[in-house]
């Protein structure tokens, strides 16, 4: 029962993620991650820490549309790993997708502590911009 109640939380956490992201809502996002949050883009240097992460979100574009699904996701005690695909519309109309991963760890409620991603070969533009 608990794994299931896992489950549930966890894909909630990344609906509500997906949401935050498409509204620009950059406090409800902080509330999503760990304090040491890592993020880890594909083409620059990671970011450390809830404040960096903040302050790149502040500085960064809302997706017009963003989609993302759940692939895979193994849940083990207090820790998780999710594997989702995603795609989407950035707002100069340039369409992205690929794969990211989250690792996560259970803090009486499920908070991200490292997310990355590739984009698809087709993408790879986009990640330049």
């Known amino acids: 029962m608990t ?3 896992d489950e549930t939380q966890i894909r909630e956490l990344h609906e509500a993620w997906i949401a935050a992201e498409m509204n620009g809502d950059e406090e ?3 509330a999503m991650i760990a304090d040491d949050f890592l993020l880890a ?6 970011i450390i820490g809830r404040d ?3 302050e790149m979100i502040r500085r960064e574009d809302a997706p017009v549309t963003l989609q993302a699904v759940i692939t895979k996701l193994h849940i083990d005690k207090s820790d ?16 992205f997708g ?6 996560l760890r259970k803090q009486g409620v499920w908070r991200v502590t490292l ?3 590739i984009v698809s070969a087709e993408d790879e533009a986009y990640t330049q911009n």
């Open 3 to 5: 794994v299931r109640r």
């Open 28 to 30: 409800r996002l902080a």
């Open 41 to 46: 883009p594909p083409d620059t240097a990671p």
């Open 52 to 54: 960096a992460f903040m």
């Open 80 to 95: 998780a790993l999710k594997l989702a695909e995603f795609s989407g519309t950035s707002k100069d109309g340039t369409a």
């Open 98 to 103: 690929g794969a990211h991963v989250w690792r």
């Open 115 to 117: 997310a990355t991603w």
